[in-house]
C-alpha cells in the first residue's frame, strides 16, 4: 500500500481512546492517519465490562459486538452472606471481547474518512520544528500527534514525560467450565471484593465462556495467580475446559506532569485515565479521545489553544472524577476494617451509588461538591 506522508494528524494505536479521537477527528474533514502496531482484529487483555455510561457516549450502535448484556451487578463481600446487588432497566454492563469491539470502532472512524496503517509500530517520534513519526518502514509527517497507544505504548516517553501514572498489576483468564457452571455463573456479573487483599476478583460472563481476573490495587510483588487459583475456588469452579492468561497492566492514576506537549495529546491509558477505584478503564479512553479530536479540531491552527481546550475539557468532568477516586480508593482498599463497618451499615446504598456512576447518573465529584455548598447555604 503506499502511504500518504503528510498527516493533519496522526492517531497512535487503534484502540477505543485511538478510535474515537480518529473518529472526531475525521468527522470534521482532518487528514487523519490511525497507526497500529497490530493487525486488527487483535485480542486485548480486558474484563470487557463496557459500563452503560461509556456506552452511551460512542457515536454507533455496538450491539453486533455485545456478547451478553446486565441490567443487575453483584458486590460479594466475605462478611456479608449476601451480595450487594442493583438493578437497573437497561444494561449497566455490556459484555464485550475487545478484538470486536475495537475493530467496530476504528471502522467507524474510517468510514468518517481515516486511515488506518496497520502493522505500523511507532518507533520513534521528532518533536523539535516539525512533529516527525517513525515506524519501521516509514516517515510521517503530522501536526498533531494523539497519543492513544495503551499503557505500555511507548509515544509519551519518546515526547519527553517521565513516569508519574500509578500502575497497578491486574491478571486476566479466558475460562472456559463445564456447561452447567458455565449456566450457573452467566446469570450476573459479579466483583468479589475480598477475593485478593486489596483488589478485587470479577467474573464477567461472555457468549460461551467467563472473564476471569483478579487486579491488586497496591505496588506490591505478589503471585497474583495464587488469588487467581483461590478465586476459582470461591466461584464453584472445580475444573476448566480450557484457560487463557493474560497479565497487564492498569494505570489508576494519571500523570502528574500534564497531557500535551509539542502537539502531543496524551489520552487514554496512556494518560493514566483508569479509574482509581474500579480500574473501570473503557469509558474514560473513549472519553479523552473524543475530547481531544474534539480540542484539536476547534482550534487546529493554534496548537496552544488546542491544549488549553483540552486541559480545560479534562477539568470539567474527568479529573475532578479521577481526583475523588483517588481518595474513595484510599480508603477502600487500605482501610479495610473502617471499610467493612461502614458497608455492614450502608452498604446496598454504596452499591446503588456505584450503579449510578457506571450508568451515569451520578458524579460524584460534582454532586458531593454541590450538597456541601447546599448546607454551607452558598449553592
Ligand atoms: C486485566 C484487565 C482487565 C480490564 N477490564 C476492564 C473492564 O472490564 N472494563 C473497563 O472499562 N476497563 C477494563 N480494563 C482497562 C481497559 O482495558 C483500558 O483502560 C483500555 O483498553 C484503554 O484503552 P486505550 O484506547 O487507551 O488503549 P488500548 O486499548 O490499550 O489500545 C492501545 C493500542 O495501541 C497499540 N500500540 C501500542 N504500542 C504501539 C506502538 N508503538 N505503535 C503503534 N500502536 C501501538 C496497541 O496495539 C493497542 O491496539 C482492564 C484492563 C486490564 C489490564
Redesign the pocket.
Known amino acids: 500500500m503506499s502511504v500518504n506522508h503528510t498527516w493533519d494528524v496522526i492517531v497512535?494505536?487503534?484502540?477505543?481512546?485511538?478510535a474515537m479521537a480518529a473518529h472526531e477527528l475525521a468527522k470534521a474533514g482532518l487528514k487523519v492517519a490511525i497507526?497500529?502496531?497490530?493487525r486488527l482484529p487483535?485480542y486485548?487483555?480486558?474484563?470487557?465490562?463496557?459500563?452503560f455510561r461509556?456506552r452511551e457516549l460512542l457515536p454507533i450502535s455496538i450491539q453486533s459486538a455485545v456478547e451478553k448484556e446486565f441490567d443487575s451487578l453483584a458486590v460479594y463481600f466475605d462478611k456479608q452472606k449476601q451480595p450487594f446487588t442493583a438493578q437497573r432497566n437497561f444494561p449497566i454492563l455490556s459484555m464485550v471481547m475487545r478484538d470486536q469491539f475495537d475493530q467496530l470502532l476504528v471502522q467507524e472512524a474510517v468510514k468518517q474518512g481515516a486511515v488506518l496503517l496497520e502493522g505500523?509500530?511507532?518507533q520513534r517520534l521528532d518533536c523539535e520544528s516539525q512533529l516527525k513519526v517513525h515506524t519501521q518502514e516509514h516517515i510521517l509527517t503530522t501536526r498533531y500527534v494523539v497519543a492513544?497507544?495503551?499503557?505500555?505504548?511507548?509515544t509519551a516517553k519518546l515526547a519527553g514525560w517521565k513516569e508519574t501514572r500509578k500502575l497497578i498489576p491486574?491478571?486476566?483468564y479466558e475460562v472456559g467450565v463445564e456447561p452447567a457452571v458455565f449456566e450457573r455463573l452467566a446469570k450476573e456479573a459479579r466483583f468479589d471484593i475480598d477475593a485478593i487483599p486489596q483488589g478485587y476478583g470479577w467474573c464477567?460472563p461472555k457468549a460461551h465462556h467467563l472473564s476471569i481476573?483478579v487486579?491488586l490495587f497496591a505496588p506490591k510483588k505478589i503471585q497474583l495467580r495464587d488469588f487467581y487459583k483461590s478465586y476459582l475456588n470461591k466461584l464453584g469452579i472445580e475444573s476448566t475446559t480450557f484457560e487463557e492468561a493474560h497479565g497487564?497492566?492498569?494505570p489508576v492514576g494519571a500523570r502528574t506532569d500534564g497531557f500535551t506537549k509539542k502537539g502531543v495529546f496524551l489520552?487514554?491509558?496512556?494518560a493514566g485515565f483508569?479509574d482509581p477505584l474500579t480500574?473501570?478503564?473503557?469509558?474514560n479512553?473513549i472519553y479523552s479521545g473524543i475530547l481531544a479530536g474534539q480540542s484539536i479540531v476547534r482550534e487546529f491552527d493554534q496548537p496552544e489553544l488546542a491544549a488549553n481546550a483540552y486541559q480545560a475539557a479534562l477539568e470539567e468532568r474527568l479529573l475532578p472524577e479521577l481526583r475523588f477516586s483517588e481518595v474513595m480508593a484510599s480508603f477502600f482498599y487500605f482501610m479495610p476494617a473502617a471499610r467493612n463497618l461502614l458497608l455492614g451499615k450502608y452498604g446496598q446504598r454504596a452499591c446503588e451509588i456505584l450503579t449510578d456512576v457506571f450508568t451515569g447518573q451520578t458524579v460524584l465529584s460534582q454532586d458531593l461538591k454541590k450538597k456541601a455548598l447546599k448546607k454551607l447555604k452558598i449553592w
Do not use: N, Y
Not at 497507526?35 to 497490530?38: G, I, N, R
Not at 486485548?44 to 465490562?49: I, L, N, R, S, V
Open positions: 497512535i494505536g487503534a484502540g477505543p481512546a485511538g497507526l497500529e502496531k497490530e487483535r486485548k487483555t480486558c474484563g470487557g465490562g463496557l459500563v461509556g505500523q509500530c511507532l492513544a497507544d495503551g499503557v505500555l505504548g511507548p491486574a491478571l486476566e464477567f481476573g487486579g497487564f497492566q492498569i489520552t487514554g491509558d496512556s483508569a480500574a473501570e478503564g473503557l469509558t479512553s
